[in-house]
């Protein structure tokens, strides 16, 4: 479904992607492990159309979007959920949820995208006339979820979503992403907590200063020794 191929990028004039490369079939959820500053923020974004990438592809569904501009690539069935809950945070958390129906023709269909959004995330329903601000760090990760969901994506990328959280809130967050997986979308999830997103993915690449420096079946990962030196605490 989506194909990364020797993507270069840079902030400014630092280097901070080199030449990395991978693949997401469809119907899989994959994870990009790796460290603060490791790039994997820099992939999404460059996926995105946030960030113009200095060299290589990336291919989705075989058609390259390389360059494309953000709401073209979230209109062709890809979303980016960014880590740090950001929400709006004095809007209605029913006002949040309708601004993600607002690309491309999803505006149609926002009542229906609605009645699915909050009943994967029941709590949305119950605080949809709250301010945003007012809700917990879990529930606005929910409401960020909810609200890509809105565009009815194909592929959805979700960064970092354990930060912040308490283990029995990342907990309900992995079941409802496996529960997606169900539903046929398509996920990439670059985290931090690397037990917790190996024991949820498919397949893994770990990231470091900005390449790929091991891939495989998540649980071959889980036994590799530099996997569980630097991210399972072994």
Same mark, same amino acid.
């Given at each position: 479904m989506l194909e990364v $191929?020797?993507?270069?990028?840079?902030?400014?004039?630092?280097?901070?992607?080199?030449? !990395?490369?991978? $693949?997401?079939? %469809?119907?899989?959820?994959?994870?990009?492990?790796?460290?603060?500053?490791?790039? $994997?923020?820099?992939?999404?974004? %460059?996926?995105?159309?946030?960030?113009?990438?200095?060299?290589?592809?990336?291919?989705?569904?075989?058609?390259?979007?390389?360059?494309? %501009?953000?709401?073209? !690539?979230?209109?062709?069935?890809?979303?980016h959920i960014p880590e740090g809950h950001r929400i709006f945070p004095y809007l209605t958390v029913k006002e949040n949820l309708m601004l993600g129906a607002y690309p491309g023709s999803n505006w149609k269909g926002r009542q229906a995208a609605l009645a699915w959004v909050t009943e994967l995330f029941p709590i949305l329903k119950e605080r949809s006339q709250q301010q945003s601000r007012l809700l917990s760090g879990g529930e606005q990760q929910m409401l960020c979820i909810a609200r890509g969901l809105m565009a009815k994506p194909r592929f959805i990328m979700?960064?970092?979503?354990?930060?912040g959280l308490a283990p029995v809130i990342v907990d309900g967050?992995?079941?409802?992403?496996?529960?997606?997986?169900?539903?046929?979308?398509?996920?990439?999830?670059?985290?931090?907590? %690397?037990?917790?997103?190996?024991?949820?993915?498919?397949?893994?690449? !770990?990231?470091?200063?900005?390449?790929? !420096?091991?891939?495989?079946?998540?649980?071959?990962?889980?036994?590799?020794?530099?996997? $569980?030196k630097a991210y399972l605490g072994r």
């Open positions: $191929k020797n993507l270069s990028a840079s902030h400014g004039m630092i280097p901070v992607l080199h030449n !990395v490369s991978f $693949k997401i079939e %469809a119907g899989e959820i994959v994870t990009l492990l790796g460290s603060n500053g490791a790039g $994997k923020s820099t992939i999404l974004n %460059a996926i995105q159309g946030i960030l113009k990438p200095n060299s290589g592809d990336i291919l989705f569904e075989g058609r390259s979007i390389m360059g494309w %501009a953000p709401h073209r !690539v979230v209109a062709a069935g890809v979303v979700v960064d970092e979503p354990s930060i967050l992995f079941e409802t992403l496996g529960k997606l997986r169900g539903m046929g979308i398509t996920i990439l999830i670059p985290e931090q907590n %690397a037990l917790r997103a190996l024991q949820l993915a498919d397949r893994g690449y !770990v990231i470091q200063h900005g390449r790929v !420096v091991i891939e495989g079946a998540s649980a071959d990962l889980m036994k590799s020794d530099m996997i $569980k």
